[in-house]
């Protein structure tokens, strides 16, 4: 029960020990943000952080059936990335605008890092050829879905099914995908629309710090979605096939890629430790960090 407990519960906590340590060392020289920035952040990041980490009670047997559901896991990640970004999607406006602020260039390459686009996108492309190899490997069960992964022993006929991440679980969450990469690009391209606050090079940062944040809650969501995806083939992994071979003792049958099941659980857990920061990280970039004053030293 200790270790069941751990192993659920456990990447959430070390999620929030790292973002609460990244925040006040890394990041503790993050702008100061308006009171409906900072609260729009804490909705985006929090929010998501508190509902994603719910359907994990369901591993312990408690809450409703929809918790276990694959289904329903991969894509509430992406559903909550998307709320996420729509949120700071909407900055509160500026002010007051001075003249020389109007004559100083908005422009996307201001705020946004060419990193950032990048690495969501190669995200994504893990997220597509993870969605792509395991629908193709999926069968049709009973109900006519392509929720089943079947090995069979020889020419025996004998064989042994298990659940996958089918067609009929990816599909619903590779449109939920595309729809997060469309919203975060607008909100991308909606950073630099607002007119110039008074301070152009603190409202240059907040506006930096709005396009970290969209960043975050778009790759935390994709990483979380992974997650989902990598335990799953790691449970598709498992299934091992057991057949009496006479004079040759038992003979078992593994999947193909059963020797990946340590290295998806590692991938599985690193992914969710990394989402759950980027979504805390977010929340917390409007918490205002005071400094100390250094009181000088009179010497006589």
Not at 35 to 42: L, M, S, T
Not at 110 to 129: D, H, K, N
Not at 280 to 300: C, D, E, K, Y
């Amino acid at each position: 029960m200790v270790l069941l407990m751990l192993l659920t519960w456990g990447p959430i906590l070390l999620a929030l020990g790292i973002a609460l340590s990244l925040r006040w060392t890394l990041l503790r020289h993050t702008p100061r943000m308006t009171r409906p920035d900072a609260v729009a952040a804490a909705i985006a990041g929090g929010i998501p952080s508190l509902v994603v980490s719910a359907p994990r009670v369901g591993a312990l047997g408690a809450g409703p059936p929809l918790w276990t559901d694959l289904g329903f896991l991969a894509a509430l990640p992406l559903i909550l990335g998307i709320f996420g970004v729509v949120v700071l999607s909407f900055p509160a406006r500026a002010a007051r605008t001075s003249a020389s602020a109007r004559l100083a260039p908005r422009t996307l390459q201001t705020f946004v890092r060419p990193r950032q686009p990048i690495v969501l996108g190669s995200l994504a492309a893990i997220a597509l050829a993870l969605t792509l190899a395991a629908g193709a490997a999926s069968e049709t069960d009973e109900l006519g879905h392509h929720t089943r992964f079947t090995i069979t022993l020889g020419t025996s006929g004998t064989s042994a099914s298990t659940g996958i991440y089918g067609w009929y679980h990816s599909l619903p969450s590779l449109t939920l995908l595309a729809v997060l990469l469309v919203i975060t690009a607008v909100a991308w391209l909606r950073l630099p629309r607002p007119a110039w606050g008074e301070d152009i090079a603190h409202d240059t940062a907040v506006r930096r710090t709005r396009a970290d944040n969209i960043t975050r809650l778009a790759s935390g969501a994709v990483l979380l979605h992974l997650a989902v995806v990598f335990n799953s083939l790691r449970g598709t992994a498992s299934v091992m096939l057991s057949v009496s071979g006479n004079e040759l003792g038992m003979i078992s049958l593994g999947t193909p890629f059963a020797a990946m099941q340590p290295a998806l659980f590692i991938t599985g857990t690193a992914s969710t430790v990394a989402g759950v920061t980027l979504w805390m990280l977010a929340a917390l970039s409007g918490v205002t960090i005071r400094t100390r004053r250094q009181v000088p030293v009179h010497t006589s």
